[in-house]
């Protein structure tokens, strides 16, 4: 055999290799979990709420808690996130103020969480008077994911080619209507894969709803943006490490992080259900 | 009419263009030939304003459709884009359907009026002789067509908008033959209608389409002449060595 041939075959037999064990990382998580978690899981693990102490009951409030704070980070996050990326990438140029943007919507994305979680705290919750509520917490959060929503944006733009704005352009279009109408419906596919992300981010995150909108302990679905709910990654948290009776509840963890891992996979896969039936005019 | 008097043009502090005089009669087709980067496609993009799209340059002289300086400040640059279409180097299709690519300037325009945007997508689709081929597939995605069927759909495109000239640059620099040759005797079928202009690195093209040609080195318009002029006897040593290929 060709010498190169074999240094070839053995390189991306250790590329296989590696990505394989990347897999085999997620799928060894998802199986554990699913293993502890799966014998908990009823239809009134997921309708009731905790009783006794939280060693017995659902985990409903923070079911309920989570797609709200989802839904509240999504709708602040979004819209912002999209529109900031729209004007840096296709209308701002590459001026200083732009590069500045840049520089600081990547500082943004360093910032440990915890710490948007007490700045939420002291803006949000008190400076502003929300309290700890869904509407204090959803901003925090929202704050979190605007970062990822940006950059995903803006690169989902960038791969758009020129050739596309020109040629609208060229029909006599304005810019806004070629963006309207050419660049945004072709990115979305990848926008959408950046709002998967940052989905997946803000639903798994305690730091920053810990001070802001988490309650530990509150049976009753919220009335308004202005309550307090659980939420599941804290629950997690709280039935794991303090808890009344953690040996007793550990099943109950694992079940909490099961229900909130399938929360996330649905929101995935239905976006990708979404991004195929969006690309149907690609090639 | 399209005329120009002394245009020069500056990339940076590069200078693109110099100098340029030239006039384009109403229903001819001129052909711009010369060396990579010798200005043509640049001076081309003059006369639907595409170069303002290209950040730091600069641009001297008079540019006139008809007698109207098209850079003047009363001008709106997507009306003006309307008058003069244009036709790229590679097909760029939207990704929509072959009708709403047809369709496009019609609705960016505010034409709203289904029975005429269908008779136009029609009309435009004939005249750029692609009708026969896309008429029952018209919801398709245009990326379903072929490559030479693809630029034939962005001169539909460009022609839906009714504009008075057309701009080609290299327009069938990235088809192959047989797609080339229907492109050429488009071009040939739509003299009748429109100012065309065109772009290209292939000198037996310009010689088979042009009614005048342009020959553009380091910026400068070397030479301007009829077609046949300039093929067969050429007044500038330049031209005669780069159309005889002992330069390019």
Known sequence: ?283 | MLETRNIDFYYGSFHALKNIAMEMEDHTVTAFIGPSGCGKSTFLRLFNRMNDLIPNTRLTGECLIDGEDIYHKSVDVTNLRKRVGMVFQKPNPFPKSIFENVAYGLRVAGISDSRFVAARVEESLKGAALWDEVKDKLKKSAFELSGGQQQRLCIARALAISPSVILMDEPASALDPISTSKIEDLIHILKKDYTIVIVTHNMQQAARVSDKTGFFMLGELVEYNDTKKIFLSPEKEETQNYITGRFG
């Open chain 1, 1 to 283: 055999m060709n010498s190169n041939l074999l240094k070839q075959n053995i390189a991306f037999g250790i590329f296989r290799a590696l990505s394989l064990m990347v897999a085999g990382v997620l799928l060894w998580i998802l199986g554990f979990i699913i293993y502890q978690g799966i014998g908990v899981i009823s239809w009134e693990f997921l309708t009731t709420a905790p009783s006794g102490g939280m060693t017995s009951g659902g985990i409903l409030p923070a079911i309920v808690g989570t797609l709200y704070l989802i839904a509240g980070s999504s709708i602040v996050a979004f819209p912002l996130g999209i529109l900031s990326a729209i004007y840096t990438s296709e209308y701002a140029g590459n001026g200083h103020i732009v590069k500045f943007i840049r520089i600081m919507t990547n500082n943004l994305a360093g910032i440990p969480s915890i710490v948007f979680g007490l700045f939420g705290m002291s803006l949000f919750v008190n400076t502003l008077g929300f309290g700890d509520s869904i509407l204090a917490g959803s901003l925090t959060l929202g704050m979190l994911a605007l970062p990822l929503v940006i950059r995903t944006t803006e690169e989902a733009l960038k791969a758009i080619p020129d050739t596309f704005r020109t040629g609208s352009l060229a029909l006599g279009a304005s810019k806004l209507q070629t963006i309207h109408r050419i660049i945004l419906p072709m990115a979305f596919p990848n926008i959408i894969t950046g709002l998967i992300l940052s989905i997946g981010r803000i639903s798994g995150e305690t730091a920053p709803i810990l001070f802001t909108v988490a309650a530990y302990f509150l049976p009753q679905l919220p009335h308004s943006i202005y309550d307090q709910v659980m939420a599941l990654p804290y629950h997690l948290y709280v039935i794991a490490v303090s808890g009344t009776d953690l040996e007793a509840t550990r099943p109950m963890a694992y079940g909490t992080a099961l229900v909130l891992i399938v929360i996330v996979l649905v929101i995935n896969v239905s976006a990708s259900a979404l991004r195929k039936k969006l690309q149907k005019y690609h090639a």
